[in-house]
């Protein structure tokens, strides 16, 4: 009879920490996975973001009735990495260029002359390049490279896009 008894309890004793060890395990895995799916969206937001910015510069920024997107510009030129400055159709000059940790366009036909176009969320850090790719001559394709990154708990997430833009309507 004593030994029935000590066998019962060794047995609720191992059975309780199986239980346990499985307990916690399951508990680390939805923990993890719930860090990973954190993560996860965060890179698809900055991504989004990022796509939406760059269609922007190239398309779509609207002054009153008239869109005035780099893709509108007839000349351009880059005097450092992070500024473009382009001729528009009703002739005037508009840039983007990178001031801090934003994306600003600058354009005299509007009041207030800068808008902000992105910032990067706080604690986290933009990138905005561009380039005139070699090969290309007269001005007519210039590239553009945003990123955004910024820390997710312990870990930096981020989103980046890069292109090439034809500017129309050249002067020949």
Known sequence: MGNSKAETLTEILVSTVIAVLIFISAIGTFLI??????YSIAE????????VIINRVMRSITEDVSSHGLRSGSSFTIPGSSEINYMSPDGRLRKYFQSGNTI???????????RTILTAPAGGTLILRFWEPPGYLGHETVGIYIAV????GNRVVSGSASTYINIRNLPK
């Open 33 to 38: 996975i719930r860090n990973v799916q954190n």
């Open 44 to 51: 698809y937001n900055l991504q989004r973001d990022v796509n």
């Open 104 to 114: 600003v366009y600058q354009s005299p036909a509007q009041w207030p002359n800068q």
């Open 149 to 152: 990154s910024r820390q997710v």
